[in-house]
Nanobody, 123 residues
Framework: VQLVESGGGSVQAGGSLRLSCTAS????????MGWFRQAPGKEREFAAV????????KYGESVEGRFTISRDNAKRTAYLQMNSLKPEDTAVYYC?????????????????WGQGTQVTVSS
């Protein structure tokens, strides 16, 4: 499975961006899709995940209520809608695919990763 992110960029605080992650190869609908982010000098952290089975979602505490993850299996694409962006949301955002059931939260549960897309939020 190959994953390609797009939609990153620069935005002012309070603005919005939508990230996309398009998959090729494999059976997209059989994978949970997650978004992680990594700020300079920090560990890569979990942001959001959507299950392959029933579309259930879970979010990291820092993005809960502001970000929304979704997927379109026909388009083999996962999305991350980011609203009310803050400077602390500045990071490289990575999408990842996991064959695990449920809502995998940990990096080790994901087999495939995209190259990342930069999101910069200015104050």
């Amino acid at each position: 499975v190959q994953l390609v992110e797009s939609g990153g960029g620069s935005v002012q605080a309070g603005g919005s961006l939508r990230l996309s992650c398009t998959a090729s190869g494999g059976t997209f609908s059989n994978y949970a899709m997650g978004w992680f982010r990594q700020a300079p000098g920090k560990e890569r952290e979990f942001a959001a995940v959507i299950s392959w089975f029933d579309g259930a979602t879970k979010y990291g505490e820092s993005v809960e209520g502001r970000f929304t993850i979704s997927r379109d299996n026909a388009k083999r694409t996962a999305y991350l809608q980011m609203n009310s962006l803050k400077p602390e949301d500045t990071a490289v955002y990575y999408c990842a695919a996991s064959p695990a059931g449920g809502l995998p939260l940990y990096r080790g549960s994901y087999d495939y990763w995209g190259q990342g897309t930069q999101v910069t939020v200015s104050s």
